[in-house]
């Protein structure tokens, strides 16, 4: 009777664990698709630092400085992240005025389940942490976490 008893809880188990990874899966699916219009922002905001560097010949220091080159800070709130939640560092242009190096965030509102969402500037690359969690290293980034490595 015990060893009934035991095949039947491992088999509860073991079919348990399917569905939990499926659910897991689908949870991840759909926090992906919350990011869409922050990967938008990103890559807006992106062409807008290229801008401002062309245009001003210097790096601008934060997203208000976007405006002047047409990137206003209340076009990036949505229902999950709020202009407050972009930001960008490491931005690094060749002598040329290339983009070489940058890295921009997105972090969703306090109250929001979303994901966080970072892009590599220079590669168009995306990767995600879970709300509160640290980044790990990216995609393309060979250096230390959270540290991105000079391309050039």
């Known amino acids: ?37 922050a990967e938008e922002n990103l890559t807006r ?31 990036l709130a949505n229902e999950d992240y709020s202009e407050l939640g972009y930001g960008f560092y490491k931005i690094e242009f060749n002598d040329e005025g290339k983009l070489i190096q940058g890295w921009l965030i997105a ?17 168009g690359e995306f990767d995600y942490a879970a709300k509160g969690e640290e980044f790990g290293a990216a995609p393309s980034d060979n250096g230390p976490v959270n540290k991105p490595a000079s391309n050039g």
């Open 1 to 37: 009777m015990r060893t009934a008893v035991l095949f039947l809880t491992l088999l509860c188990l073991l079919a348990g664990c399917g569905g939990g990874n499926e659910n897991v899966a689908n949870a991840q699916d759909a926090l992906r698709e919350k990011a869409k219009p």
């Open 107 to 123: 972090t969703p509102m306090a109250d929001r389940d979303a994901l966080q969402v970072r892009m590599n500037a220079v590669t």
């Open 45 to 75: 905001i992106r062409d807008a630092v290229i801008k401002y560097r062309k245009e001003k010949g210097e790096v601008p220091m934060s997203i208000t400085h976007l405006e002047d080159v047409g990137l206003k800070e209340a076009s």
